[in-house]
């Protein structure tokens, strides 16, 4: 199965910027990496995906290793309602062609203000 | 426009029994899928309906099923309950089978005593 490896938790001060790492080193050639964030009490919320470029969206940017084993989801600027547990996510395929999805055990971000 | 929403909120179960939870996914969207979250873990892929049909499924036994309806609303089923399906049971709904664009529901607290 693909798996992904994150920190379980990290700290960042208000208004700094934070960068958040995932290992996949099981990737295949053509699955795009994912993230999540789940803010407490609801369910996960989509925050960025990519394949092999960089990307940047009004979230957040995703920077992705030239091997595609791991990648960095960067806050530019950390706000208190940026506090979530944040999830690097793979698409495991099956040879029978289904597929099913891979969650990370996910890292815990902390705002300091 | 409503999002996705999941009924009971909550539910206390006895382990051996059967429950049904349900998803009402967003307008527009043909695609459901179901997720376990335990306490303190990331969610776990139980199965995704594309149109009425099963298009990829985690490992998950048997007794977990699913269905989706014409009007694109979903049902999962876990039979001959234990102790360890006391989880969050999340639904995402998405125009397609891309994963970037699910949006997940509140959730449904299942609890087997």
């Known amino acids: 199965d693909a798996k992904t490896t994150q920190p379980n938790s990290m700290e960042s001060n208000e208004e700094e910027p934070v960068h958040l790492p995932c290992n996949h080193s099981?990737?295949?050639?053509?699955?795009?990496i994912h993230w999540y964030r789940q803010l407490p009490s609801q369910g996960p919320e989509y925050v960025i995906h990519?394949?092999?470029s960089n990307v940047n969206n009004r979230m957040a940017s995703l920077a992705i290793a030239e091997d595609r084993k791991s990648s960095t989801l960067i806050l530019h600027r950390a706000t208190l309602r940026d506090a979530a547990v944040y999830y690097c996510?793979?698409?495991?395929?099956?040879?029978?062609?289904?597929?099913?999805?891979?969650f990370g055990t996910g890292t815990r971000l902390k705002v300091l203000a | 426009e409503t999002g996705v929403t999941q009924s009971p909120t909550h539910l206390i179960k006895t382990r051996g029994q059967q429950v049904t939870l349900r998803c009402s996914s967003q307008?527009?969207?043909?695609?459901v899928s179901w997720y376990q979250q335990a306490l303190g873990q990331g969610p776990q892929f139980i199965f995704q309906y594309y149109r009425e049909e099963e298009n990829g499924r985690g490992n998950f036994p048997p007794r977990f099923s699913g269905l989706q309806f014409p009007n694109y609303s979903s049902e999962l089923n876990v039979n001959a309950l234990e102790l360890d399906d006391s989880a969050l049971y999340l639904c995402a709904s998405s125009p397609g089978t891309r994963f970037y664009e699910q949006y997940f529901g509140p959730g449904t607290r299942l609890t087997v005593t």
């Open positions: 307008s527009g969207h043909n695609t």
């Open positions: 990519g394949l092999t």
């Open positions: 099981t990737i295949s050639g053509t699955d795009y």
């Open positions: 996510i793979l698409r495991d395929e099956h040879t029978s062609g289904t597929y099913k999805y891979i």
